[in-house]
């Protein structure tokens, strides 16, 4: 496949099908996410009254989890950077980081939705906590399989073949991108439903 | 009824004539530029079969023939929107009649059936509740609310005078129904949760046919009502005739399950 | 990152040369910025003000990954191309049902009930900045 | 791409070759037989709604008492079961039919043999397309059995009524899996034929139905995603008992909702139409792709045009995406929005104008061959031609107010997707199916199979558009039941006679197909005398198609050069 790249310039954009591929998939992400976006917008208009984050969600909670997930991002790019310099230890010590901080947020949000539950509330409450639930809900699946990808990389980094397969940095890049992705979601999610 | 047949209905209301002289005029042209259209194409059909000996010609004139068709459709289009579309949709769906000058009806749709809700001689309509919601009382209209205690409410039945703005301010119980009366051209969602706001002005002495146009559920074709537009002293003595129906004002504990 | 630079490395590959100084920024202006955003909001500005500086805020946190995480910065002409087209289509998206739900008439009675039914929400919040007009008067 | 690779090197088993192949050929013949069986499941949903609509209250013959008492008792259809027959007929001939036939099936098989690729670019990722798209169909048709049936609330799903029906959650699910299904699709369809056009095919020389595909594939991949987020949103509403879609207040059959209401209905009609209007364009590019290849080949001259194509399907691509709303003129949106989606509606005519013009054009001077795919797809001009017109009063808001929601609508999109899509469609196998099998289908069943169809087709949606125009509304179980319907109800008698026609049609299609796999007429490797790429390799073609990468020398349609000895060029030649 990627002979053909080389073989052929004037007919290959010159970026590798995995990450065109990547980039392609978080444009439909981009235009799914917009939807919930929207309808939150909507919503929150012709709603009478809107609760405020502080009131409504855990806050610390919260923040505590956006710092979980941009230090999980920032451990992610760092894995990159250990594989592109063909380091296999720091490979997968920052990637086992990242799995780590994403589990964790995972748990943090588990904590916080258990609590939410506790106190009888659920995503029929009212229109603000469906928002709620099924945002952060899509998120969390959106992390799950972000951490799936992420395992199935650490794996492979312990496999020699694969290890050694020049599509590997690819890869890692391209879920570094999703998992960026996914970040950037929760950097707007989190004011949207928490702060404003 | 023999308001129909295999053209369009006939036309009982003011912007009934605008809206028919539309589908004239598209389907006028629309039939013009088939035929026009089919004509070349049999021709070229014909003129270019396979013959031997004659081998394909390549025409080297350039892409812009192609454009001339696009430019008269488009040429059409542009006049149909500014002369006929936007005008037209602005009298009859952007600009409501005042509810001063109108007659103003509620019609509250439902599956599977028409709730047409006159204000009375007060001009105001009662406070609604759901929780007051019963087979007698279709509307949940809260009889203690002063402004309710006139309130005429018919079921599949709209009575509206002729020759007067009707102000219709339509809602839905459950789920969108569509309110169409084929010869007031008219038809509008009732999106359950608006208030959405429609006018006619009848100007055709008759009975018509007030159906649901939108998917409704299991017994969407039999959700129907009837239209009659009378004379103003017919409709007045109609209207009289029903309030001496509705019951006196109960005291506060009563309606509801 | 330029064709040059990723020649170096492998011929077959367009990945971005990773700078790790740049990436300890980043993120220590990811934390501070997150620390602004929820300082700001205990401040309990306007609603207008407060989501105007809370988007602003998420907005160049977001530039900030997708830049230099996402290496956008230096990346090949057709991606942004990309991104470029589809935010025109997602901003389409949101203006319009946007505008639709703006300027839509809801239901007098459902405003009405709002109180006794979910006291909870309507409590202590004043209601939303931008609201739908109010309802018909002669329907109350 | 990596390590079952080592695997190739011995057969194939059975069911790595034919079942869970990653080839995209197979993967496309897999997609054309599955699209089409569920097209005749379609067709046959629709012959059950057009018998009750032809004599309401009569009992289906032969069939009726077979069915449930509760679908149809004493084998007269009840309400119920005709609404899921109209939402299933609906969902399953768009979303599992035509579009997977379309882009799916045509476009794995024709398109990396057009680019001269040796698959697609992740060719896994293609096998599992298939393995969620298949689930998902065979879920939908399913539904038909599991407890609550089908769903009834049209293909449409209009909330509330959608979120309170029976049927509706197995609905919501297949079609997230099938959203994304087509997804994968999507990027799969735009990577590869970005990345891996053969040396030599810049895009200006990529054939028609390469860029239709390119454009359908952009629409499928940003369109599709509002609809996978609006459908788990109703599913929130029907599972976790949220509010998305439903007002405050609700009393249904006197019984007053429960959830806590503050919802949009009008939401999901935006994020279905942003959706829905682009699909339609996804069932009509690869379509209008697959007669231009046709027209090319058989008029034996350059498509008349092909840069004016090409940026108008880019153009009816991008405007696509910005007409949805005309399906929502009398829906209670704002009245002023519907000014702005008039607008837009009338500038996507252009393009679509233009292409058929050019397509039009492409045969004057030619020397038409009339072969069987040549007769479908001279029938997709005219008959596409009316389903264009016939959209012109529903584009145009005023008189959409009379025609919203009649008949006329029905006769429109089905002129469009009948006599335009599946028209194409069938061009599209008559004329690729030698590349597939290395054989040839019948002549003579196949010029019986044209006229049959045409002419039912057209008998079909033709008296639709009259009763349209006599006000008769759609999605009625009992047309007679509302007055206005009633002069115009013999026409759907002549509908009903002539869709069993069209069915009774089929049949040699049908037989024609299957015989011809094994004992069709043996075609040499270009039959056609074509020029594109997928002709310069076997029939069928080997694992990898080209035994070396082709290198292209020019433009898709080089047919009847002046100067050569033969009168076709093709693109890999040299000289």
Same mark, same amino acid.
């Given at each position: 496949m990627n002979a053909t790249a080389i073989e052929n310039p004037d007919t290959h954009s010159g970026i590798s099908n995995a990450k065109l591929g990547v980039w392609l998939f978080l444009a439909s992400e981009i235009m799914l996410f917009a939807t919930l976006f929207t309808t939150y917008i909507v919503l929150r208009l012709s709603a009478t009254s809107w609760p405020w984050g502080w009131d409504a969600l855990n806050v610390p909670l919260a923040t505590l989890n956006t710092v979980i997930l941009i230090s999980s991002s920032v451990t992610i790019v760092m894995a990159y950077a250990r594989a592109y310099d063909r380091d296999v230890r720091g490979f997968r010590l920052w990637m086992a980081l990242t799995l780590a901080l994403s589990f964790g $947020?995972?748990?943090?949000?588990?904590?916080?939705?258990?609590?939410?539950?506790?106190?009888?509330?659920?995503?029929?409450?009212?229109?603000?906590?469906?928002?709620?639930?099924?945002?952060?809900?899509?998120?969390?699946?959106?992390?799950?399989?972000?951490?799936?990808v992420n395992s199935v990389l650490l794996y492979m980094s312990f496999v020699q073949e694969d290890w050694e397969n020049p599509l590997f940095l690819g890869r890692v890049e391209g879920a570094g991108l999703y998992w960026h992705f996914v970040d950037i979601v929760w950097i707007f999610l989190f004011p949207a439903l928490y702060l404003l | 009824m023999n308001n129909y047949g295999w053209g369009l209905p006939i036309q009982a209301s003011t912007f009934a004539g605008q809206i028919d002289s539309g589908l004239w005029i598209i389907h006028a042209a629309m039939i013009g530029i088939f035929v026009l259209w089919g004509i070349f194409f049999t021709y070229l059909l014909v003129k270019y079969r396979r013959r031997d000996g004659v081998p394909a010609r390549r025409d080297e004139h350039g892409e812009i023939a192609s454009l001339i068709p696009d430019l008269l459709v488009m040429v059409f289009e542009v006049g149909l929107i500014v002369f006929y579309a936007l005008p037209t949709w602005r009298s009859v769906k952007m600009t409501m009649p005042d509810a001063k000058d109108a007659l103003v009806v509620e019609v509250t749709a439902e599956q599977f059936g028409w709730n047409i809700r006159y204000p009375g001689p007060d001009g105001k309509f009662g406070r609604t509740?759901?929780?007051?919601?019963?087979?007698?009382?279709?509307?949940?209209?809260?009889?203690t609310d002063p402004a309710a205690a006139d309130d005429i409410v018919v079921s599949n039945e709209m009575h509206l005078p002729v020759d007067t703005k009707v102000l219709i301010k339509l809602r839905s119980k459950d789920v969108v129904h569509d309110l169409f009366v084929p010869e007031f051209r008219l038809k509008q969602d009732a999106m359950p949760g608006m208030d959405t706001p429609m006018w006619v002005e009848p100007n055709r002495i008759g009975h018509y046919e007030m159906a649901c146009a939108q998917l409704c559920g299991f017994g969407h074709s039999l959700m129907r009502g009837d239209v009659y537009v009378e004379s103003r002293t017919d409709f007045e003595k109609w209207l009289k005739a029903r309030a001496a129906l509705n019951p006196a004002p109960p005291s506060a504990t009563s309606g509801g399950f | 990152?330029?064709?040059?630079?990723?020649?170096?490395?492998?011929? /077959?590959?367009?990945?971005?040369?990773?700078?790790?100084?740049? @990436?300890?920024? #980043?993120?220590? /202006?990811?934390?501070?910025?997150?620390? &602004?955003?929820? /300082?700001?909001?205990? =401040?309990?500005?306007?609603?207008?003000?407060?989501?105007?500086?809370?988007?602003?805020? /998420?907005?160049?946190?977001?530039?900030?990954?997708?830049a230099v995480f996402m290496h956008l910065w230096g990346e090949k002409k057709l991606i942004p191309k990309i991104l470029i087209g589809v935010a025109i289509f997602a901003v389409t998206l949101v203006v319009i049902d946007v505008l639709d739900g703006i300027w839509l008439t809801p239901q007098d009675t459902s405003r009405m009930a709002v109180a006794d039914q979910h006291p909870d929400e309507s409590a202590a919040e004043p209601p939303a900045p931008a609201k739908p007009t109010a309802a018909a008067p002669e329907a109350k | 791409m990596s390590s079952d690779h080592g695997h190739d090197a011995h057969e194939l088993s059975f069911l790595r070759k034919y079942v869970f192949s990653v080839d995209h050929k197979v993967i496309g013949l897999q997609y054309l037989i599955t699209s089409f069986v569920f097209l005749l499941a379609g067709?046959?949903?629709?012959?059950?709604?057009?018998?009750?609509?032809?004599?309401?209250?009569?009992?289906?013959?032969?069939?009726?008492?077979?069915?449930?008492?509760?679908?149809?008792?004493?084998?007269?259809?009840?309400?119920? $079961?005709?609404?899921a027959l109209g939402a299933m007929h609906g969902t399953i001939m768009i979303f599992l039919g035509i579009v997977p036939l379309g882009v799916a099936a045509f476009g794995n098989y024709v398109l990396p043999l057009q680019i001269g690729a040796p698959d697609m670019a992740f060719p896994r990722l293609n096998m599992m397309s298939y393995w969620l798209y298949l689930p998902a169909g065979t879920l939908m048709l399913l539904s038909f059995f599991l407890p609550g049936g089908a769903a009834q609330s049209g293909w449409t799903s209009y909330p509330p009524l959608s979120v309170i029906n029976?049927?509706?959650?197995?609905?919501?699910?297949?079609?997230?899996? =099938?959203?994304?299904?087509?997804?994968?699709g999507a990027i799969n369809f735009l990577v590869t034929s970005i990345n891996m056009r053969a040396p030599g095919l810049t895009l200006m020389r990529l054939p028609v139905f390469v860029w239709s595909e390119m454009v359908a594939s952009v629409i499928l991949l940003l369109a599709f995603p509002p609809l996978e987020a609006a459908a788990i949103l109703q599913l929130m509403d029907r599972v976790a008992h949220t509010s998305f879609y439903m007002p405050k207040d609700l009393v249904i059959l006197g019984q007053r909702y429960a959830g806590s209401g503050g919802g949009q209905p009008l939401l999901w009609q935006h994020l279905f139409w942003f959706l829905a209007h682009p699909e339609v364009y996804v069932l009509v590019l690869p379509a209008m792709g697959i007669v231009a290849e046709i027209i090319a080949n058989n008029t034996r001259k350059p498509l008349h045009g092909y840069k004016t194509i090409v940026f108008s399907m880019l153009g009816v691509g991008v405007m696509s995406f910005l007409v949805w709303a005309h399906h929502m003129f009398i829906s209670g949106m704002t009245p002023a929005l519907s000014n702005f989606f008039l607008v837009t509606t009338m500038i996507i005519s252009v393009p679509s104008v233009a292409i058929l013009t050019c397509l039009i054009f492409s045969l004057q001077g030619g020397s038409i061959r009339y072969n069987v795919p040549m007769l479908f797809a001279l029938a997709f001009l005219p008959?596409?031609?009316?389903?264009?017109?016939?959209?012109?009063?529903?584009?145009?808001?005023?008189?959409?107010? @009379?025609?919203?929601?009649?008949?006329?609508?029905?006769?429109?999109?089905?002129?469009?997707?009948?006599?335009?899509?599946?028209?194409?469609?069938?061009?599209?196998?008559?004329?690729?199916?030698?590349?597939?099998?290395?054989?040839?289908?019948?002549?003579?069943?196949?010029?019986?199979?044209?006229?049959?169809s045409v002419v039912s087709m057209v008998g079909i949606f033709t008296p639709m558009m009259i009763?349209?125009?006599?006000?008769?509304?759609?999605?009625?179980?009992?047309?007679?039941?509302?007055?206005?319907?009633?002069?115009?109800?013999? &026409?759907?008698?002549?509908?009903?006679?002539?869709?069993?026609?069209?069915? #009774?049609?089929? &049949?040699?299609?049908?037989?024609?197909?299957?015989?011809?796999?094994?004992?069709?007429?043996?075609?040499?490797?270009?039959?056609?005398q074509a020029t594109t790429l997928e002709w310069a390799c076997p029939s069928p073609p080997p694992h990898g198609n080209f035994a070396k990468t082709p290198r292209v020398y020019r433009g898709p349609y080089e047919y009847s050069a002046p100067g050569r000895a033969t009168d076709f060029w093709p693109q890999t030649d040299p000289s």
């Open positions: $947020f995972l748990i943090v949000k588990a904590f916080e939705y258990g609590h939410e539950f506790s106190k009888g509330i659920g995503p029929s409450t009212s229109v603000f906590y469906a928002v709620y639930f099924t945002m952060t809900g899509l998120h969390g699946i959106h992390i799950i399989g972000g951490i799936i | 509740k759901p929780e007051l919601v019963h087979f007698s009382n279709p509307l949940g209209l809260d009889r | 990152m330029s064709k040059q630079t990723a020649a170096a490395h492998d011929p /077959a590959h367009d990945e971005h040369r990773p700078n790790v100084k740049l @990436y300890i920024g #980043v993120f220590a /202006a990811l934390l501070f910025f997150t620390g &602004l955003t929820v /300082a700001v909001s205990r =401040l309990h500005l306007p609603r207008p003000q407060a989501i105007a500086l809370g988007l602003t805020i /998420a907005g160049i946190k977001a530039a900030l990954v997708a | 067709f046959a949903l629709m012959m059950l709604m057009r018998w009750q609509l032809a004599f309401p209250g009569r009992a289906i013959p032969l069939i009726g008492p077979m069915f449930s008492p509760d679908l149809a008792p004493n084998g007269v259809m009840s309400g119920e $079961f005709y609404n029976p049927g509706q959650t197995v609905w919501l699910l297949a079609m997230v899996l =099938l959203i994304t299904s087509s997804l994968l008959l596409f031609g009316i389903g264009g017109l016939t959209g012109l009063p529903l584009g145009l808001t005023v008189t959409d107010i @009379y025609l919203h929601d009649t008949y006329y609508v029905i006769g429109h999109f089905h002129f469009v997707v009948v006599t335009g899509s599946i028209i194409a469609l069938f061009a599209g196998v008559y004329h690729w199916f030698p590349k597939w099998f290395g054989r040839k289908m019948n002549d003579r069943l196949g010029v019986i199979h044209f006229w049959g009763m349209g125009l006599a006000g008769a509304s759609r999605r009625l179980y009992d047309p007679t039941a509302q007055v206005h319907n009633l002069i115009v109800q013999p &026409l759907n008698v002549v509908s009903t006679y002539f869709a069993a026609v069209l069915g #009774v049609f089929q &049949l040699p299609f049908i037989w024609n197909f299957f015989h011809s796999m094994f004992r069709g007429e043996k075609t040499p490797e270009n039959p056609w």
